[in-house]
């Protein structure tokens, strides 16, 4: 039998495809959304974070919740006040949540959580990531990751089961990270960046959605687990496969890391850091991968 879905942030990459995919499998899906009119193919509640305020038919028609709401990590530059939007834009929507849900007479069954491998800091190295590792990492997305997270284990204690998804790099040809790169690439003028050494923790948008799905539907998921295909690449490995995928050439040098800094800022860290991540909690649940290899996800894209 079908579930109700409610999601936050379903107008975004993820929720859309996400979206699309519950349907297909016979769940009803209801986005939160500041402005609910604007969307006439689904059924969207109104909520407002700034006013603390969520529609209460919502909450009462749905019997399971998937949080995606944050403000965009790369689309600005991270000034002071733009960090805070990332910060808040997270945090305080799961505080409405948990408070909005903590009075309801009858609580959704399941609470899933996006969350990032952010988690795990800038750059571990080729050190496989679990779910058990902390690095205490001090940087700044790990620290929104956290403080999100942290938010999220409230609902837990709710009694509500939760599952927290620690998302890599999603591949998909309608946005992310893969559309900011191929207009370069299609030029020939793909290079690694900084020493292109650093670890790029991907997934197809295909069996992202399809580790959520799995995850609603099946009780026994509760906790974290990362949201990354089996085979992590270097970013080098990463350039030249995009640009064979794309029949263009590769010879250019590495972008500097001094070069990425100064057009970047402090957000540079982002491609010039990365993580190893490991997909092994997933797969020991049961979950089967569409795409475990670089090479087939972007064929199957591009």
């Known amino acids: 039998m079908g579930k109700k879905i409610l999601i936050s942030g379903g107008s975004g990459l993820l929720g859309r495809a996400l979206s699309d ?3 297909k499998n016979g769940h009803e899906v209801a986005w939160l959304s500041r402005t609910p009119g604007k969307y006439d193919k689904i059924k969207a509640y109104k909520w407002d ?6 529609d209460e038919g919502a909450l009462n028609w749905a019997d399971t919740i998937v949080h995606l709401a944050g403000a965009g990590v790369a689309e600005e530059r991270w000034t002071d006040s733009r960090k805070e939007v990332i910060l808040k834009s997270r945090t305080e ?3 409405l949540l948990f408070e909005k849900i903590q009075s309801l007479k009858t ?3 399941a609470f899933l959580s996006a969350s990032a491998i952010g988690f795990y800091g800038f750059d571990t190295g080729d050190h496989w990531m679990t779910e058990a590792d902390d690095p205490k990492a001090r940087d700044f997305i ?3 990751v956290r403080a999100w997270e942290n938010e999220v284990d409230h609902i837990s204690k709710l009694g509500i089961r939760t599952v927290k998804i620690r998302i890599g790099i999603v591949l998909s040809e309608k946005g992310g990270a893969l559309e900011k790169m191929l207009p370069v690439f299609k030029l020939g003028a793909g290079a690694p960046l900084g020493d292109g050494r650093q670890y790029m923790s991907w997934i ?3 069996d992202l959605c399809h580790i959520f799905l ?3 539907e099946n009780e026994f998921w509760q906790g974290v687990y990362n949201g990354v295909a089996p085979n992590p690449v270097t970013n080098k490995t990463f350039s030249k496969t995009l640009a064979k995928t794309l029949n263009k050439p590769f010879f250019l040098p590495n972008v500097p890391s001094f070069a990425l800094h100064l057009a970047m800022g402090e957000m540079s860290k982002i491609v010039l850091g990365g993580n190893r991540v490991s997909s092994n909690k997933v797969l020991e649940e049961g979950f089967d991968f569409k795409f475990e290899q670089l090479d087939k996800a972007l064929s199957d894209l591009l």
């Not at 974070?49 to 969520?54: D, V, Y």
Request: glycine share 4%.
């Open 21 to 23: 995919e519950l349907l």
């Open 49 to 54: 974070i700034k006013s603390n305020t969520i």
């Open 93 to 95: 929507s799961t505080r």
């Open 107 to 109: 609580k959704p069954t």
């Open 142 to 144: 790990s620290g929104v």
């Open 204 to 206: 197809h948008i295909h």
């Open 214 to 216: 799995e995850a609603i």
